[in-house]
């Protein structure tokens, strides 16, 4: 992002006024999901599902994962990976 | 002493030295946070009982008013960095003080929700429920103090850095923004998590 000039930053001015419009109406969507009471499991799900696609935003756009260099995708990459041994292994080994 | 390739690629990475420390920095952060995530879940299976937030007493609209703050910030953040890439020092001024400012709404009402829970006599010796719910918002505040320091410190220091090199300013406050919308994104998944689950 450091080599844009200023035109191509005013585009972007626009983009992040949009994505601040649907993380607002998403977190709406969020908080009006939780008053339908659905069964956990749906519930759950959806919470997730939303809260994923509102962080996908963030990290996208305000954080310009969206042109990012390759070095930053390998580091998160290697994050991932690492995040998702320690949100599952403990879950799957607890059965065992 | 010069810092090198504060403000263009380095050849073998293709972006700041700066840049590639900050995401290395909120890599480890991930799983930090990963770490408490992980023992919310399996704390969650293996109880015979978790309380639903509103059950617990937390605030919904509490908490959706600071959702939304620091998704404002988040915006107001982004566009102290474009109003630099776009020679407006007087926007990035406004922008900057308007994220710290935004910063300390959500603590205080972090304040007024942490307060509610002493009067009830809900501390994190409580119960399970309470024990998670005060560390990870508790260390998410902690985020959100050093968010301040750091964007309160760029501020302060912005005059003579615009004047010196614009580029290497901007890049600072993209770098402190990654940051600041790292906390945010937290919020994001810890707001449903703890609050409407």
């Known amino acids: ?96 | 002493m010069e810092i090198p390739y504060a403000v263009h690629p380095h050849p073998i990475t293709g972006v700041p030295n700066g840049k590639l420390g900050v995401w290395l920095f909120l890599a480890s952060e991930v799983m930090l946070f990963g770490a408490l995530f992980s023992a919310l879940i399996l704390l969650r299976v293996g109880a015979e009982h978790w309380p639903h937030g509103t059950e617990a007493g937390l605030s919904i609209p509490l908490a959706t008013i600071n959702t939304m703050v620091l998704i404002t910030s988040s915006v107001t953040m982004v566009m102290a960095w474009a109003s630099l890439k776009m020679n407006q020092y007087g926007k990035f001024q406004l922008y900057l003080t308007l994220t710290i400012l935004l910063a300390f709404v959500f603590l205080v009402i972090k304040y007024f929700e942490y307060t509610d829970k002493f009067h009830h006599h809900h501390y994190p010796s409580t119960d399970t429920f309470y024990a998670t719910y005060f560390t990870m918002t508790g260390l998410h505040g902690l985020h959100v103090v050093g968010g301040i320091v750091v964007n309160s410190y760029l501020l302060l220091t912005a005059g003579g850095a615009w004047k010196r090199d614009p580029d290497r300013l901007a890049n600072r406050i993209e770098y402190a923004g990654l940051y600041w919308h790292f906390v945010d994104l937290v919020w994001i998944f810890l707001f449903p998590i703890l609050y409407l689950l």
């Open chain 1, 1 to 96: 992002m450091s080599g844009e000039g200023a035109e191509d930053i005013k585009k972007h001015v626009k983009v992040y006024l949009i994505v601040f419009a649907a993380l607002a109406a998403l977190t709406i969507v969020t908080v009006g999901i939780s008053y339908l009471h659905l069964p956990t499991h749906w519930a759950i799900l959806f919470a997730l599902l939303v809260a994923t696609v509102k962080g996908s935003l963030v990290a996208c756009y305000f954080m310009h994962l969206i042109s990012e260099r390759k070095v930053i995708y390998w580091i998160l990459l290697i994050c991932v990976f690492f995040f998702a041994v320690l949100l599952w292994a403990p879950v799957v080994t607890s059965s065992m």
